[in-house]
């Protein structure tokens, strides 16, 4: 079809034609490049054309860009990846000496939006590692819901590799730290999962549940290592092969009231180093026995006013009673509100509970400082913190995924992520930042600093021209955090500065 005079005669590039494509839209008249000449032979030469370049609409000539769905984005959110960047570079470390490079990449970057980014699932992973800078620390990254379907069996198929990453971490806990083992229940609603079993709570909750067992470093208040297990199986079952499948020689075990150190007999026999520490019932005869409730001594440095008595007992073994003002405050509060609901108060059951109100008695097989045995009990439920955040804010208690490998490749990403989370809870901590907001909210604060794309990589600067529309508290938050230089100071004028040049 003939290109109407009136278009071909608007200004376009040189060498260039107008091709109509026949069809009405702003697109009909193409201007392609004239790529050469074809020679005929016996003929005239005619003319080849080239790439399109450009349109006639509306009587001017466009230029073609870009189609938006190509474009690549210039700025991404920055401040909370940044902030986990900081604690993790020595993750990475440990997981190239283990997994290859493309893996070790996706393990951080999946660990790492887990943290950044509360709630998400696999189907939305892609799309949060492309508009944060989880997507500039660990480039070309697959994260298409079946990549990471995918790669979490195989993570969880590839035992020794994830064994071969726990002893790198363990041989790094120096060695006057304390080790304990704990573990926590996650709810698995996964019909194809063996690991998935009703355990004894999990009865009452009408779901099925899994069983993780984490060690953790009293002093640093870190998880070194941790191992999936059945939620209906026992606590000795699963300690005992925890203990063997991870080598772990030395340490304390904290299990829950009514745990038998006996169950475990032959692995304490084995390990002289590894001890236990287990919570006895607030009815056992040996806390009268040996006047456990007579205090004679408080816990100094602590968040908390405690009180506190050491008894050796027969067997080698030792009775530790603590009794904390916070806990007992807290326990009366709910019995009064029990007794309120119930109208059955009576001044002599009130009396028989009140004397225990935030009373815990331990025993040991280990004569321990006082103080280090209460952080064993107390570092716990820190750490049980950080798991419910990621069973509750963050969705990790549902595994979300299909089979045995799965949940247990699964798991170990969020072990990388629960122990990112405990070190960002300590630098903002010191910082003094969570006495002025919580984690959660300063997790969201710094979430809204966005940042350009072609930024420099070193350590930006507050006020820089490749902040995005970031708030000044934010900024504060941010060179709080050490992730953002402040903007210098001027210095005081020189005397005669503001006389000099003055006649």
């Given at each position: ?72 984005a ?23 000496q ?11 970057a ?120 059945p ?7 699963s ?58 001594s ?10 506190y ?25 709910a ?30 097989d ?44 699964s ?13 960002l ?50 900024f ?19 005397r ?8």
């Open positions: 079809m003939a290109v109407p005079k009136y278009i071909r005669e608007v200004p376009r590039p040189v060498n260039t034609v107008v091709i109509d494509n026949g069809k009405d839209g702003p697109t009909r008249y193409a201007v392609r490049e004239r790529k050469g000449v074809q020679y005929v032979s016996g003929g005239n030469p005619q003319p080849q054309n080239g790439r399109v370049i450009g349109h006639i609409v509306d009587g001017v000539y466009v230029p073609k860009s870009r189609v938006v769905t190509d474009a690549v210039t700025m991404l959110s920055y401040g909370s990846v940044a902030f986990v960047h900081s604690v993790s570079s020595d993750l990475m470390t440990e997981l190239l283990v997994y290859n490079v493309k893996d070790a990449y996706r393990i951080m999946i660990a790492m939006l887990r943290v950044v980014k509360p709630k998400v699932t696999d189907g939305r992973l892609g799309t949060h590692y492309r508009r944060t800078y989880v997507s500039k620390y660990y480039p070309g990254v697959a994260l298409s819901p079946n990549s990471v379907c995918n790669f979490m069996q195989h993570l969880g198929q590839a035992g020794k590799q994830r064994k071969a990453f726990y002893q790198l971490r363990m041989a790094k806990v120096i060695a006057n730290h304390h080790i304990a083992i704990d573990g926590t229940l996650k709810q698995d609603t996964s019909a194809v999962n063996d690991l998935s079993a009703f355990s004894y709570k999990a009865k009452k909750k009408g779901c099925q549940e899994v069983s993780v067992l984490y060690a953790y470093d009293i002093e640093t208040t870190e998880p070194i290592c941790a191992e999936v297990f939620g209906n199986s026992t606590d000795a079952a300690y005992r092969s925890f203990i063997r499948d991870n080598d772990i020689r030395r340490g304390i075990i904290v299990a829950d009231k009514g745990f038998p150190p006996s169950s475990i007999k032959e692995e304490l026999s084995e390990r002289p180093d590894l001890h236990f520490l287990t919570p006895i019932k607030r009815n056992d005869t040996r806390i009268a026995k040996n006047r456990m409730l007579e205090f004679d408080v816990i100094t440095g602590v968040n908390d006013h405690v009180v008595k050491k008894a050796a007992i027969k067997g080698g073994r030792y009775l530790y009673a603590y009794k904390s003002s916070n806990k007992a405050r807290a326990e009366e509060a019995y009064l509100s029990r007794r309120e609901k119930k109208q059955d108060f009576t001044s002599e059951g009130y009396a028989k509970k009140k004397e225990l109100f935030g009373v815990i008695v331990f025993e040991s280990q004569d321990l400082d006082p103080k280090t045995a209460y952080s064993c009990y107390d570092d716990r439920w820190l750490l049980e913190l950080v798991f419910n955040r990621y069973k509750s804010d963050e969705c990790l208690d549902k595994t979300n995924v299909q089979g045995d490998f799965s949940v247990i490749g798991e170990f990403v969020n072990f990388i992520s629960t122990v990112i989370t405990c070190r809870i300590k630098k903002a901590r010191k910082a003094g930042l969570l006495n002025e907001v919580s984690y959660g909210d300063l997790m969201d604060d710094l979430a809204s600093a966005w940042r350009e794309v072609d930024a420099p990589d070193s350590l930006p600067e507050t006020g820089d021209k490749y902040w995005v529309h970031t708030l000044k508290t934010v504060e938050e941010l060179e709080t955090l050490g992730l953002s230089k402040p903007i210098p100071k001027p210095g005081p004028k020189k005669g500065a503001a006389e000099k040049g003055s006649g």
